[in-house]
């Protein structure tokens, strides 16, 4: 298979992804129609209407013409949010009726027949299937109006109709129907991420990838991270609305585009460490961490929860076509037994139950108290009574809830360490016994007894102990505004003063001796527990 692309003069063989990236602006989006258009492939817009209030109920020779219809308004009218996705499903529920007939008639003919595959395995089966793998505890059921069955944690079945469905679910039904419905050599992909959690992006486009072998995928993305995540992927860079430059197979990403490509527009084209972290874009970790690292070769990252964290910074640290960039990481404590924190290398777990937890540290605290106003009798007696305040929160109900959080997590984790030693056995049963046998020592009973009272004695210890021990394992959200009100401080003012103090230079310290102040009281008090402050 080759694949043309404007700009490079040698149509780029083989089937495996090409994934076009760039920063904003450059024309990513007009590229991949001329991709699109120079391979007579179909294109799944990032702006994507993905609202299905009903199926319309239509032939499938009336849905077949308006599919053809929206599919070539979304190459000739690019701008506008595609619509296709009612026309598309009105299609294959004609498909799926018109095959159950034949099934039904073949069965009826001859019971002992092999029935053609394609009477079974529809489109839309294969769309269900798709989808279901991917929302675990979720079940959809597409008719005319179609529904999601989700199993509560008190084993209720709870229904709610496709029109309620989360963006990412949506987005997940969408392109699970674009991909099974392509006939095309070519399908080109605009912004593949949206809507998803960074793992589940990865994860769901391997498998649409395999759902498709006949397709080859092309990306158009300015996630740097989820570009690297496909396999055997040729990268080429977005110069303008109709030119790429193909990198060969074993070069480097240059810096300057994935410096561009993050938005990372404080930074210069020498930006050389990478530092993922939890989060979204609005989230506090943003803002901290970079008014920490206010470094011009450090870039700041966020990508969700803390296994993307991991994952980016294996991604980047094993990808050898991201050539002089260093990638490091930020997790949240939240409740997470150590050894689980402590697993991956270059990924630092906060000192504190997650990054909320820096402005209740007692000497940034009493630091932030100073510099607000109090002496120094008066701050110590303010991070006295937050403390206790704080403590008292986690009485009954909101304790044991806490208490419960870390023993699922530890057992979550525990077992699989205790299943990873089955290996695979060309007999069957001997796989099924041993899996079956295992169990911790002591037995399930004896062990669920003794990790329960271990993270309740564990977590009692902290609420009365040190405020280190307290700040680690109790989770910082639910304090934090307790902070700022015994500071004296609205929330978002506290946060903008830290930051403010982080990013002083010694340049301009001299015109605020009162933010310098308060900027070498926290230096030394979080610089134990971060990565170092600038990349040399």
Same mark, same amino acid.
């Given at each position: 298979?080759?694949?043309?692309?404007?700009?490079?003069?040698?149509?780029?063989?083989?089937?495996?992804?090409?994934?076009?990236?760039?920063?904003?602006?450059?024309?990513?989006?007009?590229?991949?129609?001329?991709?699109?258009?120079?391979?007579?492939?179909?294109?799944?817009?990032?702006?994507?209407?993905?609202?299905?209030?009903?199926?319309?109920?239509?032939?499938?020779?009336?849905?077949?013409?308006?599919?053809?219809?929206?599919?070539?308004?979304?190459?000739?009218?690019?701008?506008?949010?595609?619509?296709?996705?009612? =026309?598309?499903? $009105?299609?294959? *529920?004609?498909?799926?009726?018109? @095959?159950?007939?034949?099934? %039904?008639? &073949?069965?009826?003919? #001859?019971?002992?027949?092999?029935?053609?595959?394609?009477?079974?395995?529809?489109?839309?089966?294969?769309?269900?299937?798709?989808?279901?793998?991917?929302?675990?505890?979720?079940?959809?059921?597409?008719?005319?109006?179609?529904?999601?069955?989700?199993?509560?944690?008190?084993?209720?079945?709870?229904?709610?109709?496709?029109?309620?469905?989360?963006?990412?679910?949506?987005?997940?039904?969408?392109?699970?129907?674009?991909?099974?419905?392509?006939?095309?050599?070519?399908?080109?992909?605009?912004?593949?991420?949206?809507?998803?959690?960074?793992?589940?992006?990865?994860?769901?486009?391997?498998?649409?990838?395999?759902?498709?072998?006949?397709?080859?995928?092309?990306?158009?993305? =300015?996630?740097? $991270?989820?570009? *690297?995540?496909?396999?055997?992927? @040729?990268?080429?860079?977005? %110069?303008? &609305?109709?030119?790429? #430059?193909?990198?060969?197979?074993?070069?480097?990403?240059?810096?300057?585009?994935?410096?561009?490509?993050?938005?990372?527009?404080?930074?210069?084209?020498?930006?050389?460490?990478?530092?993922?972290?939890?989060?979204?874009?609005?989230?506090?970790?943003?803002?901290?961490?970079?008014?920490?690292?206010?470094?011009?070769?450090?870039?700041?990252?966020?990508?969700?929860?803390?296994?993307?964290?991991?994952?980016?910074?294996?991604?980047?640290?094993?990808?050898?076509?991201?050539?002089?960039?260093?990638?490091?990481?930020?997790?949240?404590?939240?409740?997470?037994?150590?050894?689980?924190?402590?697993?991956?290398?270059?990924?630092?777990?906060?000192?504190?139950?997650?990054?909320?937890?820096?402005?209740?540290?007692?000497?940034?605290?009493?630091?932030?108290?100073?510099?607000?106003?109090?002496?120094?009798?008066?701050?110590?007696?303010?991070?006295?009574?937050?403390?206790?305040?704080?403590?008292?929160?986690?009485?009954?109900?909101?304790?044991?809830?806490?208490?419960?959080?870390?023993?699922?997590?530890?057992?979550?984790?525990?077992?699989?360490?205790?299943?990873?030693?089955?290996?695979?056995?060309?007999?069957?049963?001997?796989?099924?016994?041993?899996?079956?046998?295992?169990?911790?020592?002591?037995?399930?009973?004896?062990?669920?007894?003794?990790?329960?009272?271990?993270?309740?004695?564990?977590?009692?210890?902290?609420?009365?102990?040190?405020?280190?021990?307290?700040?680690?394992?109790?989770?910082?959200?639910?304090?934090?505004?307790?902070?700022?009100?015994?500071?004296?401080?609205?929330?978002?003012?506290?946060?903008?003063?830290?930051?403010?103090?982080?990013?002083?230079?010694?340049?301009?310290?001299?015109?605020?001796?009162?933010?310098?102040?308060?900027?070498?009281?926290?230096?030394?008090?979080?610089?134990?527990?971060?990565?170092?402050?600038?990349?040399?």
């Amino acid at each position: 298979m080759a694949t043309t692309i404007p700009g490079i003069a040698v149509p780029v063989e083989g089937s495996s992804p090409i994934v076009v990236i760039g920063p904003n602006g450059v024309g990513k989006t007009q590229l991949g129609v001329a991709i699109s258009n120079a391979n007579q492939g179909e294109r799944v817009a990032a702006l994507r209407n993905v609202e299905i209030p009903d199926i319309p109920m239509q032939t499938f020779q009336q849905a077949s013409q308006q599919v053809k219809s929206a599919l070539a308004d979304v190459l000739n009218q690019y701008w506008r949010q595609s619509y296709e996705l009612q =026309h598309l499903m $009105a299609e294959i *529920l004609a498909e799926d009726r018109e @095959r159950a007939v034949l099934y %039904r008639y &073949e069965r009826e003919n #001859d019971p002992t027949a092999k029935v053609d595959e394609s009477l079974t395995n529809t489109r839309l089966t294969r769309i269900v299937r798709i989808w279901n793998r991917h929302f675990p505890g979720r079940t959809i059921k597409v008719d005319y109006q179609p529904m999601v069955e989700r199993i509560k944690p008190d084993g209720a079945v709870a229904k709610y109709s496709i029109a309620r469905m989360s963006e990412g679910e949506r987005t997940a039904f969408y392109l699970a129907a674009r991909v099974v419905s392509c006939d095309k050599g070519t399908l080109v992909v605009d912004e593949p991420e949206t809507f998803f959690h960074p793992l589940l992006a990865r994860r769901f486009w391997d498998d649409l990838e395999s759902e498709a072998p006949n397709v080859r995928f092309v990306y158009i993305t =300015h996630d740097i $991270a989820f570009a *690297l995540s496909r396999k055997g992927a @040729r990268f080429a860079i977005a %110069r303008s &609305e109709s030119s790429a #430059d193909l990198l060969p197979p074993t070069a480097s990403i240059p810096a300057e585009v994935i410096t561009e490509v993050l938005g990372a527009a404080s930074f210069s084209i020498s930006a050389s460490r990478l530092i993922f972290c939890e989060g979204q874009v609005q989230s506090l970790d943003l803002p901290v961490l970079s008014a920490w690292h206010n470094c011009a070769k450090t870039a700041i990252v966020p990508v969700g929860g803390c296994d993307s964290v991991r994952e980016c910074v294996s991604v980047f640290r094993a990808n050898q076509i991201t050539g002089g960039l260093e990638a490091f990481g930020y997790i949240d404590r939240d409740a997470w037994p150590e050894s689980h924190l402590n697993s991956a290398a270059f990924v630092k777990p906060h000192a504190v139950s997650e990054i909320e937890g820096l402005f209740c540290v007692k000497p940034v605290f009493v630091a932030l108290a100073k510099f607000n106003g109090s002496d120094d009798p008066e701050a110590a007696a303010q991070f006295a009574a937050f403390i206790a305040e704080a403590r008292n929160a986690f009485t009954g109900a909101a304790l044991n809830k806490e208490i419960l959080n870390r023993s699922k997590l530890r057992v979550e984790i525990e077992q699989k360490a205790l299943l990873n030693p089955i290996k695979p056995n060309p007999d069957l049963e001997t796989v099924r016994s041993e899996f079956c046998a295992v169990a911790p020592t002591g037995g399930w009973t004896d062990y669920l007894t003794g990790v329960f009272a271990a993270e309740e004695s564990r977590l009692k210890n902290s609420l009365s102990g040190p405020e280190d021990a307290f700040l680690k394992d109790l989770p910082a959200k639910s304090y934090c505004a307790t902070a700022a009100k015994h500071l004296k401080f609205v929330p978002e003012k506290m946060v903008e003063t830290l930051c403010n103090a982080l990013k002083l230079q010694d340049a301009e310290a001299a015109k605020d001796e009162k933010l310098q102040t308060l900027r070498d009281a926290i230096v030394p008090a979080i610089e134990p527990f971060l990565w170092p402050r600038y990349a040399y």
